[in-house]
């Protein structure tokens, strides 16, 4: 390298000579009526010329070769793709298709041909995590109606065949949902633990898959909710793609459900409160009065309107009257359950 670098640098002191050498020619060779600049720039542009001096210090290795640029332009880039070679931990043999979606045959026939899948999952224990490969196998069955072979429903979900777990897919939902953790870093992060790459729609598809799991989860919390006494509810405004929509939490206090709708609009809520029997304790947004239960209005949201009515109307003396009646009624009532707790 240094080697190099002196050269460049001898080639330079050449350059400076040879641009003197050839000024000091064209000057001694001008007329008295032109004007020796000209030509004096004009040199200085011919050794300035990016042509000059090939073997100068170069970033980019294409560079360094422009005759066999042509050479190495049609050559393929890149590594071709291989498929990932998976030793499996487990082979595992699974009952043939009994059913027919296309015509409703729940008849078929084995068939002699073969089907098998490759699961990869994670095993969670309390010292850590662990990947685990399956092999899963099964003989088609023929539909007698169709004539298709047909593969056991528990290969696809929607007819997309299965590549992880549900180990694996709990996992991804946990990094997107709980950690909030971008696709980009989800990506790497199973790259570079379990030596897997999963692309951004299968992260979207994993965590889709999920929440089709725990649908019934969700039911049977929403059943906890409507047996409890009280139950509170509320909602916020959320920015999804520049358009403005609702997300809806309801509570007991220990189970928490939380429900998502384009608009304001509490149609919705007659669907799953119709039947509430208890308390309802929400601020005064009028799509909450429609219900058919109790209410109570929340005292934080209370507390906070007169607060920010006040800020409003400094000199409106009948309300700061009205403020602080209310605030004598409401600290006894705070106070005595500071007490009782």
Same mark, same amino acid.
Request: charged share 25%; proline share 4%.
């Given at each position: 390298m240094l080697t190099d670098v002196l050269s460049v640098l001898k080639d330079r002191d050449d350059a400076i000579a040879n641009i003197d050498y050839y000024i000091y020619a064209k000057k001694s060779r001008s007329s008295q009526t032109d004007n020796p600049l000209h030509d004096q720039l004009e040199t200085i542009l011919k050794f300035a010329?990016?042509? *000059?001096?090939?073997?100068?210090? +170069?970033?980019?290795?294409?560079?360094? !070769?422009?005759?066999?640029?042509?050479?190495?332009? +049609?050559?393929? @880039?890149? @590594?071709? +793709?291989?498929?990932?070679h998976r030793k499996p931990m487990r082979i595992?043999?699974? #009952? =043939?298709?009994? *059913?027919? #979606?296309?015509?409703?045959? !729940?008849? /078929?026939?084995?068939?002699?041909?073969? @089907?098998? &899948?490759?699961?990869?999952?994670?095993?969670?224990?309390?010292?850590?995590?662990?990947?685990?490969?399956?092999? *899963?196998?099964?003989?088609?069955?023929?539909?007698?109606t169709c004539r298709y072979d047909l593969v056991p429903h528990d290969f696809a979900v929607k007819g997309r065949p299965q590549f992880l777990g549900v180990g694996f897919k709990v996992w991804i939902t946990y990094l997107r949902v709980a950690l909030? /953790? #971008? %696709?980009?870093?989800?990506?790497?992060?199973?790259?570079?633990?379990?030596?897997?790459?999963?692309?951004? #729609?299968?992260?979207?598809?994993?965590? =889709?898959?999920?929440?089709? *799991?725990h649908s019934q989860t969700e039911k049977t919390i929403f059943n906890h909710l409507l047996e409890s006494p009280f139950l509170h509810a509320d909602e916020t405004q959320v920015n999804?793609?520049? $358009?403005? =929509? %609702?997300?809806?939490?309801? @509570?007991?206090?220990?189970? $928490? $459900?939380?429900? %998502?709708?384009?608009? &304001?609009?509490?149609?919705?809520? +007659?669907?799953?409160?119709?039947?509430? =029997?208890?308390t309802l304790i929400s601020d005064f947004f009028p799509g909450y009065d429609s219900l058919n239960c109790r209410h109570q209005k929340c005292l934080v949201h209370l507390i906070r309107d007169l607060n920010n009515d006040l800020w409003a109307s400094p000199f409106d003396t009948e309300y700061e009257d009205l403020v602080v009646e209310v605030k004598n009624l409401i600290i006894p009532i705070m106070e005595s359950i500071k007490n009782m707790a």
């Open positions: 010329h990016s042509s *000059y001096n090939k073997q100068k210090i +170069h970033f980019h290795k294409g560079e360094q !070769d422009n005759g066999n640029k042509e050479e190495k332009s +049609h050559k393929r @880039t890149g @590594t071709p +793709h291989r498929k990932k595992i043999q699974i #009952p =043939q298709a009994t *059913y027919c #979606p296309t015509c409703g045959c !729940d008849i /078929l026939s084995p068939s002699k041909k073969t @089907t098998e &899948r490759m699961l990869v999952d994670l095993t969670f224990t309390k010292h850590g995590v662990r990947k685990s490969m399956a092999k *899963y196998w099964a003989y088609k069955g023929r539909c007698p909030r /953790l #971008p %696709y980009g870093n989800i990506h790497m992060l199973i790259q570079d633990m379990f030596n897997e790459d999963i692309s951004d #729609p299968l992260i979207i598809q994993c965590i =889709q898959e999920v929440a089709r *799991y999804i793609d520049n $358009v403005n =929509q %609702y997300i809806w939490v309801f @509570t007991d206090g220990k189970h $928490v $459900v939380f429900k %998502y709708t384009e608009t &304001r609009e509490a149609d919705f809520l +007659h669907e799953f409160l119709d039947d509430y =029997q208890g």
